[in-house]
């Protein structure tokens, strides 16, 4: 047993605490985003049904096995059905993400360096956003720590159970789980005929069958009872799973490095290439270097093929691990190859402020935005329900009022409550009223047009660059 783990949990007290204090902070928000169906409609599925079935209905079915409904029914079933049981359902996961970046870390970083690098770690804005939200890229990025951990460490046990997980929560954690693979093989096979590489990888696969089990008994049974697997031909996701054509695939490509450079990552991005140029000779021989790196490469690869061949799966949080792969090969740069001890928390100070500053990155409303993958999005709560109120006081109904994703969904998968009714989708020539706010990506910029042309606003209200409008059509007259 390691008999330093009650003081370096102990260090990693005040962020423990830091993190159960933002969950308490955020546990009466709403369910968000993507997370509407992926988290609360998933969940209420099981909940209402008491698990009978493990398969969803086509109209939110999203393909792959529903791990994370499954977990969060769960959690209802013994707690309680409240947004305050949700939010706190994701503390363990990200009480495991610190603890599993610990130990990343720890085998790169000196030890006097390690917490300042796991600060930087933690403060991706994507990361810090899923943090906020009843996410299932939370366990997502749990288990690939702890996977990448597992490999690092060679403990066979561990990494079965976690790759099993991935496979549990989603597509991409099967996709995660195929770069670990990868990795694993390049880290821990070796030898010099092909015999004994047959037999090596032979043993190997006994680690990640219980994964592969899983998803071929579900995978059979979803075909035998649905006659589908991934998405159908009426399935609300269709169009996003169509391969892209060539001129898609290169805008992709400049979406993908957007994604890397966005929210604040431009810093540690920069910070990263000068302090490479500047030490380029002793890069090449640091062998920390070239397995950070190679880990890097390979979970960008992973990660980037649905990314780039796909229409519209271009998320941020899509690729949420290979921003943290990079802040660890920065981390390292930072603080290993920097020599001067005032210039490494210069250099530091710099980049954590850049990373944070990602959180108050706001695009112009006609620019689509990751709205789930910073911390922006946390003012929308407290608009929405000003909104609500308003509109209560003044009898609008929202019944007949349009809006848009993410403020579709009846309010029951939203705020866990027994309210059924819901907003109308967005129809600008039948709508008389429209809630609008640059929150919603799915305006397009004739739709913001006509409803700056045909609508009159009759109530703003806005914080720190989120704003909600209240928008009722104006008379033919």
């Not at 360096?113 to 009843?134: E, G, H, R, W």
């Not at 998803?215 to 009426?234: P, Q, R």
């Amino acid at each position: 047993m390691n008999k330093n783990l009650p003081k370096e949990i102990l260090s990693l007290l005040p962020f423990f605490i830091f993190f159960t204090i933002l969950t308490w902070f955020v546990s009466d928000n709403i369910f968000f985003w993507d997370t509407v169906q992926l988290g609360s409609r998933h969940a209420h599925y099981f909940y209402e049904n008491n698990f009978s079935s493990i398969l969803l209905p086509d109209s939110f079915d999203s393909g792959h096995i529903p791990g994370f409904g499954v977990y969060l029914a769960f959690i209802w079933k013994i707690f309680g059905k409240t947004l305050f049981v949700s939010h706190f359902a994701m503390l363990p996961f990200i009480m495991g993400i610190v603890w599993q970046a610990y130990l990343l870390l720890k085998k790169f970083i000196p030890k006097k360096y390690i917490l300042f690098a796991l600060t930087l770690f933690l403060a991706d804005a994507t990361l810090l956003s899923q943090f906020t939200l009843v996410s299932p890229d939370v366990p997502l990025v749990f288990l690939f720590l702890t996977a990448l951990n597992s490999v690092l460490k060679r403990n066979k046990l561990i990494l079965s159970v976690s790759i099993a997980g991935l496979f549990l929560i989603s597509m991409r954690g099967m996709m995660v789980s195929a770069g670990i693979l990868v990795l694993d093989i390049i880290f821990s096979v070796n030898t010099k005929s092909f015999q004994q590489l047959i037999l090596q990888l032979l043993k190997k696969s006994i680690i990640y069958l219980p994964a592969f089990l899983i998803f071929l008994v579900y995978s059979i049974y979803h075909y035998k009872v649905k006659g589908w697997i991934g998405y159908h031909e009426d399935s609300p996701w269709q169009k996003n799973f169509e391969i892209t054509s060539f001129a898609g695939f290169l805008r992709n490509i400049g979406i993908l490095i957007w994604r890397l450079l966005d929210f604040g990552r431009v810093f540690i991005w920069i910070a990263a290439l000068v302090i490479s140029i500047i030490s380029i000779k002793t890069l090449l021989k640091d062998k920390n270097i070239r397995k950070i790196f190679l880990i890097f490469l390979i979970t960008l690869f992973s990660l980037s093929i649905s990314f780039l061949l796909y229409r519209s799966l271009t998320g941020h949080r899509y690729i949420l691990p290979v921003y943290l792969i990079f802040t660890l090969l920065a981390s390292y740069l930072i603080f290993e190859k920097v020599k001067k001890e005032k210039l490494k928390f210069i250099i530091f100070s710099l980049v954590l402020t850049g990373m944070l500053s990602g959180n108050f990155w706001i695009y112009p409303e006609n620019i689509s935005q990751g709205w789930d993958s910073t911390l922006a999005h946390l003012h929308y709560y407290k608009l929405r329900n000003e909104m609500l109120n308003y509109m209560n006081e003044n009898k609008t109904d929202i019944k007949e009022t349009g809006s848009s994703f993410p403020n579709l969904a009846s309010f029951k998968y939203l705020n866990l409550s027994n309210d059924l009714s819901s907003f109308q989708k967005k129809d600008l020539t039948n709508n008389n009223y429209l809630f609008y706010s640059n929150i919603f990506n799915d305006f397009s910029d004739n739709e913001i047009k006509l409803l700056k042309t045909n609508f009159k606003e009759i109530k703003k209200i806005e914080s720190f660059g989120v704003f909600i409008t209240l928008n009722k059509k104006k008379s033919e007259h």
